[in-house]
């Protein structure tokens, strides 16, 4: 492999000529989203000196059509570039050595001599992978800065936000041209469009500023121009806008590093704890709608304005904000009708939001700063599971990986690293707390871990609890109540279809648990707590028959949605190499609790992660990486949506799963 | 010639893997500017009945990289289209006859078969004229709609502004499309995109009127979607904003009729007569530029409301504006800044303004309706002349002409059918009536015609006058006093120099008119115009020395400015095939007159043309045509501005120019 080469030795119309010419173009290759392809990439460096180190080998499989700049740098192989991809600063140079043919672009004749083509040099933006490929990649010129982001994924930092000075020279009589291409041309690498709000400062700041400016550029929109070096001031906010918490984290773009996080619950509340309330909501009042809107919006500019204030950042210096949430959350956010999500056949009004202001959103940032919002692959399967795909590189692992997001709409995603199919559950509210005699949410005084020993003695507890703050044990969150049930499965108190065993059975089975056993009204129940000045069974926290059977329905419902996922892909339980948990329930739940109970697939809890907020996790990525951002986008495409109430054999598979496995 | 064809007999793969295909992109192909391409239509057409009518020939010369289907547009000829050019309709089929090699495109791959594609096949919107060409236009299968607008150029109709009726499926649980992709989906033939106004309404319009309904797209920006069918209210309006007078006309753009025209004074005036004046109060008062902004669009809403009063449209189904106004005219009803249009370097924020919403410019029509403001050229040679050039056809015609707006700046573009030139010329308030002694605007009492018998015997008058409203003269405009110096140098009372001749030479000169050559204080004067009942000369119409000398300078400005580009292009007065006058003032010039003062090159009057409100008619055009939008934008690459104020011999010529030709 030679050095990149340097320059054309023939001239674009002789390229022309030869009809070789491709223009770069919105419009992605055509593939048909399902199948890989192989790139092997050979990494050439540079040691510190310029001493050549041996050249690094690593082989990645993407979605046909992906550029091979893409590829690498979802990959954290670093390729040099300014322009985000356009073919525009052409210096993101690669040599294809696979004998294949590469079609030559009008960008690749203008870097490349005919010698250097020939030699499989090419730009790799506009090299779309419709085939494996083996990719030399030269030393870098620049040292990539690269943040670690999501699930321990390193990130090259590439963000949509940048802020360029440039010292321009003054305008003459031989010299007139306008104020934005006097500061384009200083760009270069950059296709820059300036909005009326810019050109009305335009002439002002550069003339107060002696040309001196710092242009605000998002994607290729200059946002605005500032007078003098404001380089090292560009921030965003990534908000994971959850139903119930809101998280905002401000991050310094040009770093990686997140400057303050901060979280509050969602002030929509009132309307309703999930997002059917909410949206029932806006079909009985037909002014909730604009409240929501609002409360979402004081929300998300509460949050911004707390994570500014702790770091000491001035809010205009905030230009872009990323948003993670689920389709109804990001409706009501953009004051987009979310009727049709409520009912069947559930139906969004788009899959991608529009690009819209910050401020069109209730925020008080740099007054044109952008708001990105994730796309969503269905009305159950929103943005913040695209947010957490991206996180967890769902799409760019081989190995085959369950993505189980667990809450009231319970997210399912499968990949067996071909093809990556999603669907939605409705679990209902157990897992939240609700419908659940003493469940309450995951706050201080919730049950959150339970241990079971049915032959203690003495003074050894029969039963041990995990509660969240160390006080005294009010109620039951979801972790808690899984753990619950896991146990009683566990020591046999209750049996493979989820009913309490009678008394006499029980002393039998669990003689240090048995006086456990109890009735409240009708009911049979298992108390796991009772208080110590008080033996009213009412007082107790307890675990009833009918919180079980809310249970059973619950995670039936979820394990049928994996179920029939790895059905489509022909996978047995066994196949699957990883199961990510995500949000805040699946990182307290205990795996082994979840195996038991039968919510993930039987498989060693090694294999079971709790991933945390991937979502808020993502929509980091998406401020620090535009090739992140691309990639979520891509999963519009790459990610089949399987709609479960539709299917005539879901009623058989749920009622299978609804037993406990013994 | 065969039929045009019907489908690819191979796949897009076996093109791809040739290497052949290209995409559509923004980036025009690569040109220089100069030069043009000759292409040769032949035109078949089906007579009514369907049978064969010989084909017609048309030859037409335009910059390359134009499209065929562009250039086939801009003069006339109909190729069968729907989508505006993008290559997705796959409707503007062609044969390219010529012996030459096209590029395929994906596009072209997809709608033709390998033996079509290697008869010359092609679709016209994708091939880029880069030499000269012959073409084989097919049988249009629907019949185009024209309209007459600009100098009596037939414009195809084909306006940005759309409207399509569409009856939609509704959603079920095995066709969960969301609402903007089924809507879309419909009108596959355009790659719409919606913003968040729409999507806002998009759900709740669709399912309350039973998924019935009209998309109304401007370019391909979905700006609203109406319940039923609306597609017969779709107007617009066109505005030629002059410093002095505004002008609105409505359109039906579905017909290209005129619905109703007015104009009134622009409401700015109070700041000043010219842009220099407004241009200075900006300077001075900082409130200045927001009072003017909010004049320039009081101007605009009140001619919107008075023309959709008149014809009885309701203003929410006016939908899109074009504005032709100067560069100052255009930043200020913008907003920007023009201080750096009226100081020297003379320096635009932009050439192009941004697109902008018409309620950014104060209008109250529908609240999503788009403003197209014309690009400038230079600080100078604004929106209004690329309009007038447009309307003018001044790149697509092969004869060499003269495009000269003469005003207090006047604006001169010259092109020999290859290159274009413009320039600007400070004549100074001369032709609008200011620094003249008796001058007035051209309203009612104003002298616009003046004819001198030096001769005149008995009751002949020796002066006949034509006055504006019929009335008693009571001042003289730019035309009358275009006329009056043109008359008395043509009588001999002014010699070369532009001086009155001596009392004793004018009574042998012109025995008629010597008594009307007076003194008033210092200076001598010729009396036009004298009130029955008065001799007090300073009641008098009359034209004095200093008059003289002012219009001197003024046509010694505007010559200077031909003279040279004349001289640029190698060229001689008599080479010019036509000069045409634009603007009001140019309308009312005699042609004569304007040939004896040396305001326009020596030649036949009949090759001198009014050309009326040619800015306005651009506008139409505009409205009326993407193509023709399109056509006015690449007059920004095609015409080479020619700064005079930097030019060292401009001092020279302009003293060459300010003597009268014997």
Redesign the interface.
Known sequence: MSQPPEGPDFS?ADV?RE???????T?P??HDGTGRVDLSFTVHAKAEGGADVPPAQRSVRVPPGVTVFDAASWNGIAIDSTCGGHGTCHKCKIQITSDV????T?HDARTFTAGQLSDGWRLGCLVHA?RDLAVEVPPLTTRPKAATVGIGRQVILRPALQKRYVELDE???????????RLTDAIDDLEL????HV??R???VL?ESDFKVTAVVVDEDLIDVEPGDTTAARYAIAFDLGTTTVVGTLLDVGTGTPMAVTSMLNAQQPFGGDVITRISATMMDKDALGRLQEAAGRTLAELAEQVCREAGVDPAHVYEVAVAGNATMTALA????P??LGV????????Q??S?LAS?IGLSLHPRARAFFFPAL??YVGGDIVAGMLATGMDRDKRTRLFIDVGTNCEIVLSDGETILSTAAPAGPAFEGGAIRCGMRAADGAIEVITLDPHAEGDAPAVTLGVIGDVEPKGLCGSGLVDAVAELVKVGLLDASGRLVPDEDAKEIAPALANRLSRIGEERVFILHRPAHDTDPTECVYLSQRDVRELQFAKAAISTGWSLLLEELGLEHRDVQQVLLAGSFGSYLSPASAVRIGLVPQLPVLRIVAAGNVAGEGAKMALLSVRERAGALALLEEVT?V?L??RPDFNDAFVDQLGFKA
């Not at 009809?19 to 173009?25: K, N, T, V």
């Not at 305008?171 to 291409?181: H, I, K, P, Y």
């Open positions: 674009i022309a009809g070789l010419i491709e223009r770069p173009g419009d290759a055509p043919e590469v079609p030559v009008r419709t305008a003459t009589l031989s010299d007139q041209r306008t104020d934005l291409v469009t300036a909005d009326l050109l009305r335009l002439s002002t003339r953009l004051g987009i009708d009727e049709p069947a056949p559930f139906v969004m009004s788009a899959a939001p529009p819209v069109d269905g009305a949506y709609e109430s539709d």
